[in-house]
């Protein structure tokens, strides 16, 4: 459904994406990771062909968005982050009126059924104007799901909503992709959404995929690494360490150490090492690795400690 | 139905419905109310011959419109972006060209309702004096290139720098401009500068058509040269808001 190969993007000269990789296909939900400003928008505006490309590959449901954007939006839904609306538009008359953008036949029962799951059934007639933030999202949700998309693009979906709406918003996709034909692109940043959700997973940062592959596959990796907390009597020398030891940092009274995947010492011969080195262990606790650890591997921002020591 | 009618019509309904629609109307209506008033009024403005008056009330209309243009067209790229609604509408199915024809056409509506709104004030001034079919008539006909034609440019630079602000203010600018000569008075039309502004000037050349038509009486083949450069106006101004129609500044953000 997307094939996405190493592409790069500039806007007003400056390079944006620097080399993106993207597959989707049928089925998959696919959780787009990255921090802020790293570049997933843009991403999901190349996509749509709202974005010029300087070079790689894009192919969107079989077609080049650049060649045949409106024909490829026809069969993709979308949530942009800034979904706005006409607030003088009750929210079944601004469906009505944006299924015919789409060409879409969709009758009043339709209509009704969809803002009912979106949790929006009471208020179909009521104004946007008055809706709370929480109520356009599920309605911008609403947007997205009308024309029956064969590609589902969602630009943080569930940012600002309260347990219930985010639970409905899961539901609702969990709904959507369990059909099997369709794919869902999921942009976010809560690794919440994520882990509930997503079967595939893309962390890109400062306009580069650091990783793509399959959620499971990134968990099992990750556990055959070893991460530990140490209780330590006093705080370490963290310039003097044994091959294949790095150190994260302190947290909450415990200092995290990994110790490197092809480490060819025990860790009981590691801990030994360090005792020597002056590192008073009281206690040590081998730690599984989060998606929001692995997320923070992936984008740099776990190692800001470990560079600071190395300095 | 094809896409720019969708958007054309909720343009359309939105300057009915939307609150901002209904005080733009009120305040066209109460500009047009006073200026009428003072016409009749006024103890100077009461001796002026009727046939100045219907022209002034022309002219008082086309600026208006003019006034009306700038601010949908700024609005129309520029103001959707910042309200988050382009967005979702750029990733509608929409071709560029559908967005621009619909946003042009609900420009086209709400300048047929200031002057169905303006028909009753210029019966009401100039029902007693000749002309007044003209003048409705040279003000549909010129009027609507010169108003569609600033309503473009104003699109233009609303999807160029993405600011409602910076666009209106350009266009506000560029009409003071385009209105200067014709404020300064006949002293300077009357030298060779103000006869150049005059010929390339397309609010000159409807307020002279006005000026031909209403008070000169003078026959429609006079007035072939001027309408030829509004429409060359109008050409002009949509050109350049379709190259920027497809190229449009719009930007990420939070939800609104």
Redesign the interface.
């Known amino acids: 459904m997307i094939d996405i190969e190493n592409l790069r993007l500039s806007i007003d000269g400056k390079e944006i994406l620097r080399g993106i990789d993207l597959h989707l296909q049928p089925g998959d939900v696919y959780g787009l990771l990255g921090p802020n400003g790293a570049g997933k928008s843009t991403t999901l505006f190349a996509l749509l062909g709202l974005c010029a490309y300087a070079s790689g590959r894009v192919v969107v449901l079989g077609g080049d968005p650049a060649q045949d954007a409106a024909s490829i939006r026809r069969y993709v839904g979308v949530m942009p982050e800034k979904a706005g609306f006409y607030d003088w538009m009750s929210a079944t008359a601004y469906l009505k009126w944006y299924a015919r953008l789409y060409g879409c036949a969709q009758n009043d029962q339709g209509r009704a059924r969809l803002l009912e799951k979106v949790g929006l059934g009471t208020e179909a007639h009521r104004r946007i104007g008055t809706f709370s933030r929480g109520m356009k999202q599920r309605l911008a949700v609403a947007r997205a799901l009308m024309p029956n998309p064969k590609l589902l693009i969602l630009d943080e979906p569930t940012n600002g909503l309260d347990p219930k709406g985010r639970r409905r918003i899961h539901d609702l996709l969990v709904e959507f992709a369990a059909v099997g034909k369709a794919g869902v692109l999921l942009c976010t940043h809560l690794l919440d959404d994520v882990d509930r959700l997503c079967n595939r997973i893309g962390i890109i940062s400062n306009g580069f995929t650091r990783f793509e592959g399959s959620l499971s596959g990134l968990m099992g990796e990750q556990e055959r690494r070893r991460h530990y907390r140490l209780r330590l009597e006093a705080a370490p020398d963290a310039d003097n360490l044994p091959t294949g030891v790095t150190v994260l940092g302190p947290e909450g009274g415990w200092w995290r150490v990994q110790l490197r995947d092809r480490a060819t010492e025990a860790p009981s011969a590691i801990w030994g090492a360090l005792w020597h080195r002056g590192w008073r262990i009281l206690e040590i606790r081998a730690e599984a690795l989060s998606l929001e650890q692995i997320y923070m591997r992936h984008t740099g921002q776990e190692h800001a400690y470990a560079k600071e020591v190395a300095k | 139905?094809k896409?720019h009618w969708?958007?054309a019509?909720?343009e359309c309904v939105?300057m009915l419905?939307?609150?901002r629609g209904l005080w733009w109307l009120l305040a066209l209506t109460s500009v047009l109310s006073a200026f009428s008033f003072l016409l009749v009024s006024n103890t100077e403005l009461s001796l002026l011959d009727n046939a100045q008056v219907v022209y002034m009330m022309a002219g008082t209309v086309l600026a208006a419109g003019a006034l009306l243009a700038a601010i949908m067209g700024s609005d129309a790229y520029a103001g959707?972006n910042e309200?988050?609604?382009?967005?979702?509408?750029?990733?509608?199915?929409?071709?560029s060209s559908d967005l621009l024809i619909g946003k042009t056409m609900g420009l086209l509506a709400a300048w047929g309702l200031l002057l169905t709104v303006a028909t009753p004030y210029l019966w009401a001034i100039g029902a007693s004096g000749q002309n007044l079919w003209e003048a409705w008539f040279y003000l549909t006909l010129f009027g609507t290139p010169v108003v569609l034609g600033v309503g473009c440019l104003a699109m233009a630079l609303s999807a160029r720098t993405g600011s409602v602000l910076a666009s209106l203010l350009s266009t506000t600018i560029l009409l003071m401009l385009a209105a200067s000569p014709l404020l300064i008075g006949p002293g300077l039309r009357g030298t060779a500068i103000g006869r150049a502004l005059d010929a390339i000037n397309p609010l000159a050349a409807a307020l002279n058509t006005f000026d031909s038509v209403i008070i000169d009486s003078e026959p429609f083949s006079a007035q072939v040269t001027r309408l030829l450069l509004v429409a060359a106006w109008l050409g002009l101004c949509f050109m350049l808001s379709r190259q920027s129609a497809a190229n449009i500044h719009?930007n990420?953000?939070?939800?609104?």
Do not use: H, N
């Not at chain 2, 990420?252 to 609104?256: A, E, M, N």
């Open positions: 139905m896409a969708t958007i019509g909720k939105q419905r939307s609150q959707e309200r988050g609604t382009l967005i979702p509408l750029l990733c509608a199915p929409v071709a719009f990420t953000g939070k939800i609104s």
